[in-house]
């Protein structure tokens, strides 16, 4: 065990005893890693840190839950993107999470030009889509969900995951599409 999992250990056993300091410790050390998370779900930063102390909380509260034998980021990663979830589903009525599985949706061979973008530029654009579509796009293309767990988890079909999933792609080459036109 190296020295970083050994530090880790400890700071979850503190976690578990409810010290206080080790929570502020697994705070700052995967705040950053969070916060990227969360970020992507939300769109903007102040949602993102209501969710992101969201789902610390409810890893403070279930800690004891969490499997030593296996790695701590993929089992935080887990209780984020539900934190996000819950706040998607929270904030339905202002998302349009709508069935649009009536809807004609189009698909293209276009390919998006080449960027040199940054995470952060990548974010913001990803930040740009609708929430139903920042969401499954989320859920799908990063978070390697399918449609049918992605439709379970937002209480929408699967047709209405997969259109909206094609639509985020449009959006994205238009975002994308733009930024050449503004930029290039």
Avoid at 24 to 51: H, P, Q, W
Avoid at 82 to 94: G, L, M, Y
Avoid at 155 to 164: C, H, P, V
């Amino acid at each position: 065990m190296t020295k970083i999992e050994k530090l880790l250990e400890a700071i979850i056993l503190g976690c578990k005893e409810n010290d206080r300091q080790s929570q502020k410790e697994l705070y700052s050390n995967f705040y950053s890693y969070a916060m990227s998370i969360c970020l992507r779900y939300t769109g903007g930063e102040a949602d993102a840190v209501e969710v992101l102390n969201d789902g610390f909380l409810k890893v403070f509260k279930n800690i004891e839950k969490f499997d030593a034998t296996k790695p701590f980021k993929p089992w935080l990663r887990r209780i984020l993107v539900n934190a996000c979830i819950d706040h998607i589903k929270k904030n339905a009525k202002h998302n349009h999470l709508a069935d649009i599985s009536e809807a004609q949706v189009e698909e293209t061979d276009q390919v998006a030009p080449d960027h040199n973008m940054d995470y952060e530029e990548i974010l913001e654009k990803i930040g740009q889509l609708s929430p139903a579509y920042r969401a499954v796009f989320n859920l799908y293309v990063i978070d390697g969900y399918k449609h049918h767990e992605i439709a379970e988890q937002l209480g929408i079909t699967t047709s209405t995951s997969k259109a909206n999933l094609t639509r985020a792609k449009a959006a994205l080459r238009s975002l994308l599409s733009q930024e050449v036109y503004n930029y290039g």
